[in-house]
């Protein structure tokens, strides 16, 4: 049985087997060699910079939540994620169907993908739904490296929560003005879009109950430009930004708790 | 490792992503000033930024006709450089509320408020006049760790240099936050750093009441600061 291709990031996490059992396409070694570069693949904490350790009491907090919570819908990823529960389209609409958000300002893929190894997943009830939502701190990172590693990620979730549904939001643009960032994010979507809605790349064990959901478009306005009455700081949403645009991911959850 | 500029020297915020995303913010400020009129600006860090997102900001300081220069992780050096170059022109306000430090986490007190006493330097050569509101910084960390003992010697050394420069006014906003264990709660500041609506209430209102008595043209009552 071929190996996963992330062989180097299982030895990293907590033992899976159902990872080591995937029926994944076999890697060439200059894949591997390619994955073992990509710093999005290998879960991984901040530094504590400032030495005010902010994120490690967010994730104990998280922990804890998880622990002693009851939800059905879990969001967890970076700013965007975390200041979408002070808005309104959260605590009219998206709270109501009993979530937690594990976001935290900052994080990038690796960030996020120790989370979900580290405590942050271990519920007590079952979970009907996961949002991720996180890759747009990680500018170092080709596009094809943040893509792989939020297939890392959704490997990641399924390994905790087996065949919950997943909904990946698609990243945003930014910037006031075009830059590279926005090709950069729109690339990471085409590849999302491709890998888990073309039924040629179906992969068993990863693509299954993996909704790829768009959010990115309108946001650009004719003349190239983003409005900050959308993103007040060409990055981060505001109120109403939050409400046209995370509105399909309402509705998908929506969708998928019926069912 | 590179030395930290001292906080007296102005600095624009290099591009660190490569989207400008922070000059499209500081000429977007600009804009407001020619096209708006402001009673009181905000100008600083993460802190003033993430009020304006609050409860508090359309309940109480919108009215004021205020405008929020805040801009999340901010030096000293930046809004120094900002007030240097036109934010504080075009505009004629009665009051300016300065609110940053806690990114300078790696220069000393000293330095940190050098620096501050150099951007309420240049906002009186802008505005002569205008009533000058520095609210303490506000400490940080769920728990007791060494960034809250800067910050808590910053606020003892501008205690004992601000209330000497005239129309300068140091109100302390951050007591009420750390809690008998040592802890800060995240209903005050949901990631130990942010205020959350509860939080802001706590340490703006004061900073409101204030606001209203300069707006009113007279000089603050002597015991509006909370005693230590």
Redesign the interface.
């Known amino acids: 049985m071929a190996e996963s291709t992330h062989s180097i990031a299982n030895h990293r996490c907590d033992n899976s087997n159902s990872r080591v059992n995937d029926a994944a396409a076999a890697a060439d070694d200059n894949r591997l060699a390619e994955e073992m570069n990509n710093p999005c693949v290998i879960p991984a904490r901040p530094e504590d910079?400032?030495?005010?350790?902010?994120w490690e009491?967010?994730h104990k907090?998280y922990v804890t939540e998880a622990r002693t919570s009851e939800p059905e819908v879990v969001f967890i990823g970076d700013s965007i994620v975390?200041?979408l529960q002070?808005s309104t389209i959260w605590t009219e609409k998206i709270n109501s169907l009993h979530c937690l958000n594990f976001g935290?300002?900052g994080d990038r893929v690796e960030y996020v993908l120790w989370r979900i190894l580290n405590g942050e997943f271990e519920f007590n009830v079952p979970i009907k739904a996961v949002v991720v939502f996180v890759g747009t701190n990680n500018?170092d990172c080709t596009p094809h490296e943040v893509f792989e590693g939020l297939l890392e990620i959704v490997r990641a979730v399924k390994s905790k929560l087996g065949g919950v549904a997943i909904v990946l939001p698609t990243l945003l643009p930014?910037?006031?003005?075009p830059?590279?960032?926005?090709e950069r994010n729109d690339h990471v979507n085409t590849f999302l879009l491709d890998k888990f809605e073309n039924p040629a790349n179906a992969e068993p064990g990863l693509t299954e109950n993996v909704h790829v959901v768009r959010i990115h478009g309108g946001i650009v306005q004719g003349d190239q430009t983003i409005s900050?009455h959308v993103m007040?700081?060409?990055?981060h949403l505001t109120?109403s930004g939050y409400a046209k645009i995370f509105e399909p991911v309402h509705s998908k959850l929506m969708q998928i708790l019926k069912n | 490792m590179v030395k930290m500029h001292p906080c007296t020297k102005p600095l624009p915020v290099e591009d660190p992503d490569g989207d400008q995303r922070w000059m499209s913010i500081h000429n977007r400020f600009l804009s407001e000033t020619r096209e708006k009129d402001a009673d009181v600006i905000f100008i600083g860090d993460s802190i003033l930024q993430a009020l304006q997102h609050t409860d508090i900001w359309n309940e109480l300081f919108a009215p004021l006709h205020c405008l929020n220069f805040g801009i999340h992780r901010d030096l000293i050096q930046n809004v120094l450089w900002r007030i240097q170059n036109g934010e504080l022109d075009n505009v004629r306000p009665k009051a300016v509320v300065l609110h940053v430090g806690t990114n300078n986490h790696q220069n000393t007190p000293e330095e940190i408020v050098d620096g501050i006493t150099e951007i309420i330097n240049s906002i009186k050569e802008k505005l002569p006049d205008v009533y000058i509101v520095v609210p303490s910084l506000l400490p940080r960390g769920q728990h007791p760790n060494v960034i809250r003992d800067k910050i808590n010697l910053v606020n003892e050394i501008l205690k004992s240099r601000l209330p000497i420069i005239p129309k300068v006014e140091l109100i302390a906003i951050d007591k009420g936050f750390i809690q008998p264990d040592g802890t800060i709660s995240h209903h005050d500041m949901h990631d130990y750093l942010l205020l959350t609506n509860a939080g802001s209430k706590k340490a703006f209102e004061p900073v409101h009441e204030l606001l209203l008595q300069l707006l009113n043209e007279g000089e603050p009552e002597k015991d509006l600061t909370p005693s230590e």
């Open positions: 910079v400032v030495g005010d350790k902010r009491s967010m907090r975390q200041q002070f935290i300002g500018t930014r910037g006031q003005n830059n590279p960032y926005r900050h007040h700081d060409y990055l109120d």
